[in-house]
């Protein structure tokens, strides 16, 4: 299993707001900062948040990231079809040495 | 822009050697960053393969880091992959990105190459 945990599904509505969850631990999430990554079906994964709470340059503003502690968690608001895909979380582990993912959410727009 | 493109065998047969090359273009892989392997078994999640400076110097998974060997060469903006002893479990598609922001922060991505490792 995953050095990160995340909830394997999330869904709601248009227009509403979902968060998605990483739990980590002081190795990693504790010490480093999370990034976090859409994926659509068939594609890459993309940069959507970096440094724990910062966009990069083309991304809208309805995703926010946030840490506290050892967790991170990713918010989309105003939720779109174009928002069903898989997010995954990401950071340095210091005891591996290593990167690290979480298991990824994939996000139902209901 | 910067772009990245995977190349390599789509097939490879158990027991041997998965080698992959990324070619960087836009942006001289000299100038800094690190440069990472990640790849994504099918129907499964992301899972961190490597990543490497331009200088030489790599960190590897650990459960992979007896089998695993990656290389930069500046001269040519490129970096490799090379897995040996390979079984069905690394049938994955295999991408290579750039670490822009550190931590994990892969800014670029290629498209992502699927290699299969048959029996």
């Known amino acids: 299993q995953s050095v990160l945990t995340q909830p394997p599904s999330v869904s709601a509505a248009p227009g509403q707001r979902v968060s998605i969850s990483c739990s980590g631990s002081?190795?990693?999430?504790?010490?480093?900062?999370v990034s976090w990554f859409q994926q659509l079906p068939g594609t890459a994964p993309k940069l959507i948040i970096y440094?724990?709470?910062r966009r990069p340059s083309g991304i809208s503003d309805r995703f926010s990231g946030s840490k506290s502690a050892t967790s991170a968690t990713l918010g989309i608001t105003g939720l779109q079809t174009g928002d069903e895909a898989d997010y995954y979380c990401?950071?340095?582990?210091?005891?591996?040495?290593?990167?690290?993912f979480g298991g990824g959410t994939r996000v139902t727009v209901l | 822009q910067v772009q990245l493109e995977e190349s390599g065998p789509g097939l490879v047969k158990a027991s041997g050697t998965l080698s992959l090359m990324c070619t960087v273009s836009?942006?001289?892989?000299?100038?800094?960053?690190?440069w990472g392997w990640i790849r994504q078994p099918p129907g499964k999640g992301l899972e961190y393969i490597g990543t490497?400076?331009?200088?030489?110097?790599?960190y590897y998974n650990p459960a992979l880091k007896t089998r695993l060997t990656m290389t930069v060469d500046t001269s040519t903006n490129q970096f490799s992959l090379k897995l040996s002893s390979v079984t069905a479990a690394d049938t994955a598609v295999y991408y290579c990105?750039?670490?822009?922001?550190?931590?994990?922060?892969?800014?670029?991505w290629g498209q992502g190459i699927l290699v299969t490792v048959s029996s």
């Open positions: 990401a950071t340095w582990d210091s005891t591996l040495s290593a990167g690290v």
């Open positions: 990105a750039r670490d822009y922001y550190d931590n994990s922060g892969y800014d670029e």
């Open positions: 002081s190795s990693n999430i504790g010490n480093h900062y």
């Open positions: 440094d724990n709470d």
């Open positions: 836009g942006y001289p892989i000299s100038n800094g960053y690190y």
């Open positions: 490497i400076y331009h200088t030489g110097s790599s």
